[in-house]
């Protein structure tokens, strides 16, 4: 039996790290569309900070290749999938598998047209680790001002980095709001004062359109007609699903592969996880790609008891997003903000401490922790328990 598996992000290397420890000894193949050893998407932050010198990024003291016994394709990327005779096509070989997993990730969705043909247009994205490597060579170049676009926690995590690193910030986010879909407005604010405190200068209701060059500055149009010029602009508007090579596979896709509650695609010995699947929110039901590093670890484990006959279920995700380069701790987790109506909601308030909870027939169904993430364990597993809001959680969220 052969287990090929597409990508080599969280999702991926836990199937095979899982596969292995189940005892499964035969043939797993790791298909990498990238030149790096596998690395961990989060850690590109800290990587950045340091200019490239930190390696923790990449996944430490698991050695994969070696202590797993895989063989990892490099600069391989799957271009199209024949499920009829269980073919992988790469540029200069086909696989075939018994099994297959499908852990593309997503890559970056992005409204903004780039106006002009330029080799050095100084537009990056922070998807992938080549695109932060050929950022950080720019910045070792001397820059002093980089404008991002979005103001998700990906695009606030950039920005907080790159002013700590002495670079002039200007963020756009096309919505009123900070962590539109993350937080509500209350919460939001205080993140909004934290980052002007920080000296970012935030451009908020504000929709970029487009990157152009102007003699010899770049500039970024706004679609008021108003721009602002800058050495870098960073690119954190979202996400899509990399499932552009499964066009003409059989396999079901919406916006992101849609898998069984095995995560098993329609195709029987085809399994999907991680950022490319949609799966139904746990507490709304709701089916999108929920896309965090908790659940991608969670789908890899659940894709390689299952390839080995398990029949592990997955009930549903939640979201669940961090932020810690604030100063204070913030953690939201549950359902987006509008996405399910709530009918009650607690908030505990005091010296730069924020707690926001809803409620929803004494459930717990979003939460936002700011300044104090004491009891957000606890509450995330009320939440995914569905376990009444009560007074020993109340005790330990005062
Ligand atoms: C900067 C940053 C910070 C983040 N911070 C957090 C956080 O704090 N908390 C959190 O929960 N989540 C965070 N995330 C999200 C988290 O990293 C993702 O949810 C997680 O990496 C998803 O894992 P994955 O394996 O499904 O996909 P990915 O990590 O995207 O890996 C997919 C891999 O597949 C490869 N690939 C794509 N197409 C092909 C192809 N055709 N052939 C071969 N290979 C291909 C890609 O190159 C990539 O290496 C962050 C993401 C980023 C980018």
């Given amino acids: 039996m052969k287990v090929v598996i597409i990508g080599t992000g969280p999702t991926a290397i836990t199937v ?227 499932v552009s090579f499964l066009k003409d596979s059989n396999i079901k896709i919406n916006s992101g592969i849609l898998v069984d509650e095995f995560l098993k695609t329609n195709i029987p010995n085809i399994y999907a996880g991680g950022d490319v699947v949609e799966t139904p929110d746990l507490i709304s039901k709701k089916v999108y790609p929920h896309a965090t590093f908790r659940e991608a670890i969670k789908h890899g484990n659940i894709i390689a008891s299952n390839i080995l006959g398990y029949n592990l279920v997955n009930y549903g995700d939640v979201k669940i997003n961090s932020l810690y380069h604030f100063g204070l701790p913030l953690v939201s987790g549950g359902v987006q903000v509008n996405e399910l109506e709530p009918d009650d909601e607690i908030v505990f308030s005091k010296d730069g401490i924020y707690k926001h909870i809803l409620l929803k027939d004494k459930k717990v169904i979003r939460f936002e922790f700011w300044g104090d993430i004491k009891g957000c364990g606890l509450i995330a597993n009320y939440m995914e328990q569905k376990r009444d809001f009560d007074n020993i959680l109340y005790s330990r969220l005062k």
């Fill in 16 to 242: 095979a790290k899982e596969l292995r420890r189940l005892g499964y000894r035969e043939k797993i193949v790791m298909l990498s569309k990238e030149s790096f050893p596998p690395y961990s998407p989060p850690l590109m932050l800290d990587y950045l900070k340091s200019k490239g010198e930190s390696k923790l990024v990449f996944w430490k003291g698991i050695k994969p290749f070696n202590s797993l016994d895989i063989d990892c394709l490099f600069n391989s990327p799957a271009l199209l999938v024949d499920t009829k005779s269980q073919l992988v096509f790469t540029p200069n070989k086909e696989l075939h598998y018994d099994y297959l997993v499908i852990a593309t990730g997503a890559e970056l969705w992005s409204p903004v047209r780039c106006d002009i043909k330029d080799n050095d247009l100084p537009y990056y994205d922070f998807k992938s680790l080549a695109s932060v490597n050929n950022l950080i060579k720019h910045i070792k170049s001397g820059i002093k001002s980089a404008v991002i676009i979005g103001g998700g926690f990906i695009g606030l995590e950039v920005a907080i980095s790159l002013n700590e690193m002495g670079i002039n910030v200007l963020l756009v986010e096309k919505e009123p709001q900070l962590l539109p879909q993350m937080l509500s407005r209350v919460t939001s604010k205080f993140v909004k004062d934290s980052l002007i405190s920080q000296g970012i200068k935030l451009y908020l209701s504000s929709k970029a359109k487009s990157i152009t060059k102007d003699g010899p500055d770049y500039k970024l149009i706004l679609e008021d007609g108003g721009s602002i010029k800058a050495d870098v602009f960073i690119a954190a508007t979202g996400i899509s699903p990399n």
